[in-house]
């Protein structure tokens, strides 16, 4: 396939993080009725699941899966951004992360409470950055680093344990866009 490269730099990014991942190759176009059986063999899945939408030009993989999944798909699209994936009819949920390492990060967050592996692996990412930062702007203002941080301590969430989105704004004149928001949420 030509999108391989694109596939393997994903599945390499997501390792970072010790993110297990599968490359499956189905055509939205070509295959819709191989597309929903794939959708369906992970919607049967006992383990939390992630799909990342990966189709460059008219990206109908991501937006045909995101409606039929019961977990979340994220396009991710090997010809950088594109915008086929962010005009999906209404039903269509799927997220769009242009960048294969911002894939790798997001998987971990979504897993992180999951998998103490996953957890360690990005907190240990998130205080590596920190730690560079800190470094850069010691050296900037030659003074010394602070030393670096330590990450959060894992915590399991229950099996049962009720959702929670939290709709962040960043001012009250987004309100009318925020109560939207809560109104669809509500829907599900």
Known sequence: ???MPHLENLKKELAKFKVESEIRICSAHKQ???LESVIAEYNKSTRPVMMVGCAGGTDALS???SYSAKFPVVSCPPDGMNQTCLTNPPGSSNAFICKPANIGK???QMF???SKEIHAALSASIVEKIVKLEQAD???NGKTATGGTTGPEFVQVAADAKPLVVIAAG???DMPHLETLKKELAKF
Do not use: M
Request: no cysteine.
């Open 1 to 3: 396939d030509s999108d």
């Open 32 to 34: 819709p009725g191989r």
């Open 63 to 65: 937006g045909t899966a």
């Open 171 to 173: 001012s009250d004149s």
């Open 106 to 108: 997001f998987a971990a």
């Open 138 to 140: 010691a050296k900037l």
């Open 112 to 114: 992180a409470t999951h």
